[in-house]
């Protein structure tokens, strides 16, 4: 399969793209302000609730586009948009306009983020081919985490943190141009009239109809939870408690990112008896034990190893709930359900960001962190017996693809 040129056109435009937006986002933006610009944990909360809620409206929008289009397309057109967005980061010189310039960058670079994750099912149809496909895509993501924050932190230590954001928009421009010789197969369609609010409507009408679609949206976003939480107050961390410069940011994600790459080849590799509601729910209770590791002490060399261990359980636990959202969703909606999912993930990043300040201010930004984690771990527990119940009415050990199992009983799309 790795020999097939369209997957590997993907998998290597999705590293080349993802590589800018890493570099830009851990380095750059948090770089920018809570460095560059000193900003409290609440003018960080500021950009990253910004950014959360230009992603949200990009994801719902583009799960649209993926179902009438196709992602290939949708992926081309965002990134080319994306370029200019990207260099306008340069400019941003106030707190304002910085959250201003996330804000758009979010809006056009989510849709790409979207369409690289409907893409596994617009290259196969076959059930084992699919989670490989998604583990190599997913393992390009995060290849992208090794590189991009080095990337990043070597550049803001030479050029400057503007030098970044130019780095986005190259790598922006050269995956579009990856991208366009592939061809992606015909997925089922809808004929009905097109209608943009109804047809995102059907998306989430759907996939809260669906019961195992609604367990891995609601458990997904969980997740995403605890990484709001330290999109707001990690940067203060790297400043407060470790005490470093911003281009240790670059560097220790980029060690990070090697555990998420390991975490992706496990999970491509995870045999099907295994690809369970059950062994999803355990991945998300673990990722308590990798933020305990992470920001338990103040000690720079544990939370390295640390991170390692963490990017190990998030790596193989991201492509395992993509491949299960994906294995259940008709082909007529596979953009939308993607979106849905986004936004989920969206909406779960943005809440905490409302209160991670004031938690911060009453238990520090540490022991905030360390509380979120556990809290986690906890939420995880309550979707045990679900996930049990799933598990033993699945009569095959992965359902079709595009094919809901017939034992959920899905309400029709649009009711």
Known sequence: MWADRDVRRVVLARFISRTGG?????????????????????????????????????????????????PRRVLIACEIIFIPVAIGMVFAETLQTLVIATFLLGLVGMPVFTAISAFGPFLTEDPERLARINGYIEGAS???????????????????????????????????????????????????EREGFRELREGFSYAYGHRRLRFY?????????????????????????????????????????LGLVAGTVISARLPARYRTA??????????????????????????????????????????????????????????????????????GHLLPLAIAPFLAGVFGVQ????????????????????ATRLDRTRTVDVPPTGLPDPSDEPRSVGH
Request: net charge negative; no cysteine.
């Open 22 to 70: 890493e570099a830009a986002f851990f380095v750059g933006i948090w770089g920018k302000a809570a460095f560059e610009m000193e900003a409290s944990a609440a003018g960080v909360a500021a950009v990253m609730a910004a950014l959360g809620v230009a992603s949200l409206i990009g994801s719902a929008a583009a799960g649209v586009l993926v179902d009438r289009f196709d």
């Open 142 to 192: 995060w290849a992208a985490f090794v590189v991009g924050p080095a990337l990043g932190a070597i550049i803001a230590g030479s050029v400057g943190l503007d030098g970044i954001f130019v780095l986005d928009a190259v790598t922006s421009a050269v995956a579009a141009l990856i991208i366009v010789p592939v061809k992606v197969r015909k997925m089922a369609r809808e004929e009905k």
């Open 217 to 257: 949206v609601w458990l997904g976003s969980s997740v995403w939870v605890l990484f709001g939480t330290f999109s707001a107050l990690e940067p203060l961390f790297y400043r407060d408690i470790l005490q470093v410069e911003p281009e240790t940011l670059g560097w220790v994600n980029s060690i990070f990112g």
């Open 278 to 347: 059950r062994t999803l729910v355990l991945m998300v209770a673990l990722n308590s034990l990798g933020v305990l590791a992470y920001v338990g002490t103040d000690q720079l060399r544990v939370v390295v190893v640390a991170g390692v261990f963490w990017g190990l359980l998030i790596g193989a636990m991201a492509p395992l709930l993509r491949t299960l959202i994906q294995l259940n969703t008709p082909e007529a909606l596979m953009g939308r359900i993607t979106g849905v999912t986004q936004v989920h993930s969206e909406v």
């Open 367 to 386: 022991r905030t962190l360390i509380y979120t984690g556990l809290a986690l771990a906890v939420f995880a527990m309550l979707f045990v017996p679900m």
